[in-house]
């Protein structure tokens, strides 16, 4: 190490004060990146949690970076009041030359501190929802639910959203305060139907079928009331009343997780098949658009539709 450390002198003293500087900044940031990568390998060895690599990953990533722009700026710098004039000129510059990325970066400083959301949170930002996979100094990246794919199930695509954003646009988080959402399946059934008794099924089939978060949300809500003023009348499944044109509305109404909506959704509608093809319930029936047609006195037809 010694031998080394003579030679760089060496070599050193043969160079002018700016080319032994850049020097110099290229060795520190050589060493923090094989630092990094060495930090990086002894991380995937050692822990197998996923969720755990992450974090110790973008902690050393952001370490790293603090330790490499603080180096850096001593070593181009001669004394503190050089330093503090070095990077108030450096400041003015970059926030005339890079404005946008300087603004990400705000955002991202935004995020770290205020926790709008997290990895592995369900966001929507402007038209894109999706599930938060990464934050990092510029953007962070979701994978992209909804879109084509039906009660937002992954469509597989990643997409990249600069830090920004979140000064410009609305935030919808469905994992903040609450871990749950409300879901509503519509079922319409014919102004002929037995209605209430239609109601009664599907109340029972909610009440044995529904996610059971009740009691769970009720705690939640307690908790997230000291940042929030959210209140509920009612967390428990419950059905309402409304006619359409076709008939009679039933809407099924109920919480579950964001990332489970599609499964309760189809659970919840297979077993409300079951109770409508059961041979019991033979007035009720589903409603559809239909047309008829009237024959009047004198021959002529009329057609309806609803």
């Known amino acids: 190490m010694d031998v ?20 110099t900044t290229f060795i520190i940031v050589l060493l ?13 060895k050692l822990q197998n949690d996923l969720a755990i690599r992450y974090t110790w990953r973008k902690s050393l990533t952001y370490g790293v970076y603090l330790i490499g722009i603080v180096a850096i700026a001593l070593v181009w710098a001669n004394h503190f009041g050089d330093f503090a004039t070095y990077l ?9 030359a ?28 402007d038209n894109q929802i999706g599930d938060v ?9 979701i994978v992209e639910v909804g879109n084509w794919v039906g009660d937002e199930q992954s ?37 002929e139907s037995n209605w209430k008794k239609c109601k009664e099924v599907l109340e029972n089939t909610l009440n044995v079928h529904a996610p059971k978060v009740s009691e769970h949300a009720k705690k939640e809500l307690q ?18 009343t409304s006619v359409e044109d076709s008939g009679v509305l039933l809407t099924l109404r109920y919480l579950c997780e964001p990332k489970k909506r599609r499964n309760t959704t189809s659970f919840l509608w297979e077993k409300i098949l079951d109770e409508f093809n059961h041979p019991d319930n033979i007035d009720m029936d589903f409603a559809y658009p239909t047309r008829r047609a009237v ?12």
């Open 4 to 23: 080394i450390l003579e030679w760089f002198h060496q070599f050193s003293d043969g160079l002018t004060e700016t080319e032994s500087k850049g020097l």
């Open 88 to 96: 108030g000129l450096l400041s003015a510059g970059l926030a005339i």
């Open 133 to 141: 996979v990464d934050i990092n100094l510029f953007q962070f990246s």
């Open 295 to 306: 024959t009047t006195g004198d021959g002529v037809k009329a057609a309806t539709g609803d």
């Open 223 to 240: 908790s997230a009331s000291g940042k929030y003023l959210i209140y509920y009348h009612k967390v428990t499944p419950i059905v309402y």
């Open 155 to 191: 469509t597989g695509r990643i997409i990249h959203i600069p830090n920004s954003k979140i000064f410009k646009t609305p935030l919808a988080n469905y994992n903040e305060g609450l871990d749950y959402i409300w879901n509503e399946i519509k079922v319409l059934v014919t102004f």
């Open 32 to 44: 923090l990146w094989l630092f990094q990568r060495l930090m990086v390998r002894s991380i995937m």
């Open 98 to 125: 890079f404005q946008d990325p300087i603004v990400n970066m705000a955002g991202w400083y935004f995020i770290l501190l205020q926790k709008p959301f997290k990895v592995g949170d369900r966001i929507q930002v």
